[in-house]
């Protein structure tokens, strides 16, 4: 048995619901006002600052989809520790890809890279801290591919000037995201995959989508490629960053009802992992440190 422990029941293996989601992603960073000018200018997000000082991004009129805290003296960004690999932000059409290129180009803000994976078009970029930012579209579900039971992902260039070819002869820029745009998966860095199956998908009950990349796995709920990205790749073995380090603070699971969100939580009392309470949802801790909120969306 994995670090998750033994006290796990035989519910475990329950698939998690199908119209499970991502909410908002908590992050640290060390300086507010650079971030805030990224976030908004380069990604074209809407900041709300509340009570207690921290940065909401999103769509006005919608659920924050990044949430940033400040903390000057925070320990610096360890890519070689367990924590955040990227957070995916999903937009609603081709074209929005489009203007996000355009967009990151006005702010003169550089891509990491640019790729086709088969059922999504992605555009790669860090923060201003080198947290790891994801702005994609989805192709349509009826377009994937499964070969031999597995969903088929690759990692191919990306036709960038097809990509703003999209925008056609419309407005020619789109200075925020549009309406819809939203959390599509969290990529992680783990200490080691097999912990890390053990507790997304024995214990939350997410569905493994594909196995096919070494050192990484990715899960999902309802048959989407994948709502969490798995990965060792730098962090084989690692601990997890230092407490108040720059990255992830934690990332939200959001369920459909009460209930569904009670039968979580039960398999994860029956795994004998710790539940704490934050923000009105339920806090608990992947095998690697990664932090996970379970709330009802």
């Given at each position: 048995?994995?670090?998750?422990?033994?006290a796990a029941s035989d519910r475990m293996g329950v698939a998690i619901h199908p119209e499970t989601s991502l909410g908002t992603v908590r992050l640290t960073v060390t300086d507010l006002t650079r971030?805030?000018?990224?976030?908004?200018?380069?990604?074209?997000?809407?900041?709300?600052?509340?009570?207690?000082?921290?940065?909401?991004?999103?769509?006005?009129?919608?659920r924050p989809l990044i949430e940033l805290r400040a903390d000057a003296s925070a320990p610096p960004l360890d890519r070689r520790a367990t924590g955040l690999f990227h957070v995916a932000i999903l937009l609603p059409t081709r074209a929005d890809l489009g203007f996000a290129l355009a967009r990151l180009a006005t702010?003169?803000?550089?891509?990491d890279g640019a790729s086709d994976h088969l059922v999504s078009e992605a555009l790669y970029l860090s923060d201003p801290d080198g947290n790891g930012?994801?702005?994609?579209?989805?192709?349509p579900r009826e377009e994937w591919r499964f070969v031999d039971g597995q969903l088929a992902m690759s990692t191919l260039p990306l036709d960038l000037e097809s990509i703003?070819?999209?925008?056609?002869?419309?407005p020619a820029d789109q200075p925020q995201a549009p309406a819809g745009t939203r959390i599509g998966h969290v990529h992680l860095q783990v200490a080691d995959l097999a912990d890390a199956e053990e507790f997304y998908s024995r214990v939350l009950g997410f569905e493994v989508m594909v196995r096919g990349y070494p050192g990484a796995l990715f899960v999902s709920a309802g048959g989407y490629h994948h709502h969490l990205g798995l990965n060792t790749w730098h962090s084989l073995g690692a601990a997890p960053p230092p407490s108040g380090a720059?990255?992830?603070?934690?990332?939200?699971?959001?369920?459909?009802?009460?209930d569904e969100l009670n039968r979580v939580l039960a398999r994860?009392?029956?795994?004998?992992i710790a539940v704490g309470q934050r923000d009105g949802g339920s806090l608990i801790r992947d095998p690697s440190g990664n932090g996970v909120l379970l709330r009802v969306g």
């Amino acid at each position: 048995m994995s670090a998750v422990g033994s006290a796990a029941s035989d519910r475990m293996g329950v698939a998690i619901h199908p119209e499970t989601s991502l909410g908002t992603v908590r992050l640290t960073v060390t300086d507010l006002t650079r971030s805030r000018a990224f976030y908004e200018q380069a990604v074209g997000l809407s900041s709300v600052e509340k009570d207690d000082g921290t940065l909401a991004f999103g769509v006005a009129g919608e659920r924050p989809l990044i949430e940033l805290r400040a903390d000057a003296s925070a320990p610096p960004l360890d890519r070689r520790a367990t924590g955040l690999f990227h957070v995916a932000i999903l937009l609603p059409t081709r074209a929005d890809l489009g203007f996000a290129l355009a967009r990151l180009a006005t702010a003169g803000w550089s891509l990491d890279g640019a790729s086709d994976h088969l059922v999504s078009e992605a555009l790669y970029l860090s923060d201003p801290d080198g947290n790891g930012i994801e702005i994609y579209r989805d192709r349509p579900r009826e377009e994937w591919r499964f070969v031999d039971g597995q969903l088929a992902m690759s990692t191919l260039p990306l036709d960038l000037e097809s990509i703003v070819a999209e925008i056609g002869e419309g407005p020619a820029d789109q200075p925020q995201a549009p309406a819809g745009t939203r959390i599509g998966h969290v990529h992680l860095q783990v200490a080691d995959l097999a912990d890390a199956e053990e507790f997304y998908s024995r214990v939350l009950g997410f569905e493994v989508m594909v196995r096919g990349y070494p050192g990484a796995l990715f899960v999902s709920a309802g048959g989407y490629h994948h709502h969490l990205g798995l990965n060792t790749w730098h962090s084989l073995g690692a601990a997890p960053p230092p407490s108040g380090a720059v990255g992830l603070r934690d990332f939200e699971i959001t369920l459909p009802t009460e209930d569904e969100l009670n039968r979580v939580l039960a398999r994860v009392r029956d795994a004998g992992i710790a539940v704490g309470q934050r923000d009105g949802g339920s806090l608990i801790r992947d095998p690697s440190g990664n932090g996970v909120l379970l709330r009802v969306g």
